[in-house]
């Protein structure tokens, strides 16, 4: 079966005839599986969605954007520049395990490519060598015994983990993880103690997030439109456009850019310098909330950008936001403080607070 090229593609063009010639490509499996992932983006870009793509060449959607990623990864790591083992390693196979690198910069995904050969790491280690590299880089003072990364820093994250550990079979574990890893012999050395100090020290619990549920009526707020103070003209008042509420937020927007979202005035809100609001899933979150799914609203001050470690911040990871908890101060700047996390109203039967007779007198 084929996919039928979008809507806004009725005309036979080239773009048709090369759309064709690469759906081609990808049932027949020809080539390496990053000029699939190349192939896979090309269509998406030219109006093929992912169900379409997995329609006419057998390749899932999870599998299209796995390759794709893995092979903007691959391009990034060929442009900064890599031993030809690693070239070799990643040429047939390895999506899985360059994929996991996406987190990283440019720079750091090559040294984490290199790792990854010489250590022999499948996709899952990739993913600990990822996260162990990104977390490393945002300590604003790195430990000066572990100099050397990338190895010296995934050894840190295996030596914090171990010194953290009071089972001794598992943080005998770690600690071999961690001489595993450590480049340097400042690093071996750090490592090694752990071996005669048998000292743990508790790992620093991130703290709850800021969460309220609306529970009555009157804590919902809503916005009205302002058409001005008299004397106004017929015109004034028609030239308010109307506002549509959406979602359990009552999200009010207008035909310009920009909304508005009601928020009850509690001491914190109005205290706030330079508030601002974005919606997210509960999924989302640092810490998923417990219960069924529901868009939960995240109130952030941009005033509010020193570190403490009491709080959660939002940051800039490449180029999107996100909620992040810090045991200790970044070396990333911090956007904004997370003030509030509101949960919505619930509502049992959203046509019983319509009944006219249900107001009290």
């Not at 071999?176 to 750090?190: C, D």
């Not at 048998?198 to 009526?217: G, H, M, N, Q």
């Not at 001005?228 to 017929?234: D, E, W």
């Not at 809100?269 to 069924?292: K, N, T, W």
Request: proline content about 6%; charged content about 25%; glycine content about 4%.
């Amino acid at each position: 079966m084929t996919a039928t090229p979008p809507d806004n593609l009725n005309q036979p063009s080239e773009n048709d005839i090369n759309a064709e010639e690469l759906l081609r490509s990808l049932r027949r499996k020809e080539g390496t599986w990053h000029d699939w992932g190349r192939a896979c983006q090309q269509l998406q870009k030219a109006g093929y969605n992912p169900q379409q793509i997995f329609e006419a060449t057998g390749f899932e959607p999870i599998q299209q954007n796995q390759i794709v990623v893995a092979a903007q990864v691959y391009e990034s790591i060929d442009k900064v520049g890599v031993s030809t083992a690693v070239q070799q390693r990643f040429e047939r196979t390895g999506s899985d395990s360059l994929y996991e690198l996406r987190i990283l910069n440019q720079g750091d995904r090559a040294a984490a490519a290199e790792l990854l050969v010489e250590k022999g790491i499948d996709s899952e280690g990739a993913r600990e060598v990822a996260k162990a590299l990104k977390d490393f880089s945002r300590l604003s003072t790195p430990p000066a015994e572990f100099a050397n990364p990338p190895g010296d820093a995934v050894a840190y994250h295996y030596w914090r983990l171990a010194r953290q550990q009071s089972d001794l079979q598992m943080r005998s574990r770690l600690i071999a993880m961690a001489l595993r890893f450590a480049t340097s012999e400042s690093a071996r050395r750090q490592v090694e103690q752990l071996l005669t100090d048998f000292t743990v020290t508790k790992a620093r619990k991130a703290p709850s997030l800021p969460v309220y549920r609306l529970e009555s009526e009157s804590e919902l707020a809503r916005i009205l439109p302002v058409v001005g103070k008299l004397p106004l003209t017929v015109a004034d008042l028609q030239a308010v456009p109307l506002l549509e509420e959406e979602g359990a937020f009552r999200l009010v927007k207008f035909s310009g850019t920009g909304a508005w979202v009601p928020v009850p005035g509690w001491q914190i809100v109005f205290s706030a310098e330079d508030p601002v609001v974005i919606l997210a899933d509960r999924d989302q979150l640092p810490h998923p909330l417990s219960g069924a799914t529901e868009e939960v609203l995240v109130m952030i001050d941009r005033a509010q950008r020193e570190w403490d470690d009491l709080s959660y911040f939002v940051i800039d990871n490449d180029g999107e936001l996100q909620l992040q908890w810090f045991a200790e101060p970044p070396s990333i700047p911090l956007l904004g403080r997370v003030l509030v996390v509101l949960r919505p109203k619930k509502v049992l039967d959203e046509d019983f607070n319509k009944d006219l007779w249900q107001i009290e007198e």
